[in-house]
């Protein structure tokens, strides 16, 4: 019985091992919140504990839709997840730049450049990640386009 568990357990981790490694934006996304738990763990030790709950929200939320968009029931669910994603990318870079300009101390290069690669990985397979507000109100205003948004 002992055995049959491992093996499972073993199967399950190979599994994981190479679903994350088929798909470069779930494996890129999982790796930047690794590095955001790490930079908030960080803060939290320098006493930031209100911006550090902010950050780790947002930034663990990239990787968690990304990753719930790809068993998606539906198209239209599916963008949603990935739109999600989006928005938690542009509040994750906005606690980022808070925490940058509030605290000159803490260098977080690395991150804007982690995300970056995930945005990158976004475009090259036709994700965008950046979402223009007023060209996406444009569209739903507009009775011609407005079926695209639903």
């Given at each position: 019985?002992?055995?049959?568990?491992?093996?499972l357990?073993?199967?399950?981790?190979q599994?994981?091992?190479?679903y994350q490694?088929?798909n470069?934006?779930?494996?890129?996304s999982?790796l930047?919140?690794v590095?955001?738990?790490?930079f908030t763990d960080?803060?939290k030790?320098?006493?930031i504990w209100?911006?550090?709950?902010q950050l780790?929200k947002?930034?663990?939320?990239i990787?968690?839709?990304?990753?719930?968009?790809q068993n998606a029931?539906s198209k239209?669910?599916?963008?949603?997840?990935?739109k999600?994603?989006?928005?938690e990318?542009?509040e994750?870079?906005y606690?980022l730049e808070?925490?940058?300009l509030a605290?000159?101390?803490?260098?977080i290069t690395?991150?804007?450049d982690k995300?970056d690669?995930?945005?990158k990985?976004?475009?090259?397979?036709?994700i965008?990640?950046?979402v223009d507000?007023?060209?996406?109100?444009?569209?739903?205003?507009?009775?011609e386009s407005?079926?695209?948004f639903?």
């Amino acid at each position: 019985m002992c055995g049959c568990i491992v093996h499972l357990i073993w199967q399950y981790l190979q599994m994981r091992k190479s679903y994350q490694n088929d798909n470069p934006i779930v494996s890129k996304s999982l790796l930047f919140a690794v590095n955001i738990v790490k930079f908030t763990d960080l803060l939290k030790s320098n006493n930031i504990w209100n911006l550090s709950d902010q950050l780790l929200k947002s930034g663990t939320s990239i990787g968690a839709n990304i990753r719930e968009s790809q068993n998606a029931e539906s198209k239209s669910d599916f963008i949603h997840k990935l739109k999600i994603s989006a928005k938690e990318v542009e509040e994750t870079k906005y606690w980022l730049e808070l925490i940058e300009l509030a605290y000159e101390k803490f260098d977080i290069t690395d991150l804007y450049d982690k995300l970056d690669e995930i945005a990158k990985v976004a475009n090259e397979n036709n994700i965008w990640f950046h979402v223009d507000g007023a060209y996406g109100l444009a569209g739903i205003l507009s009775s011609e386009s407005r079926h695209l948004f639903a």
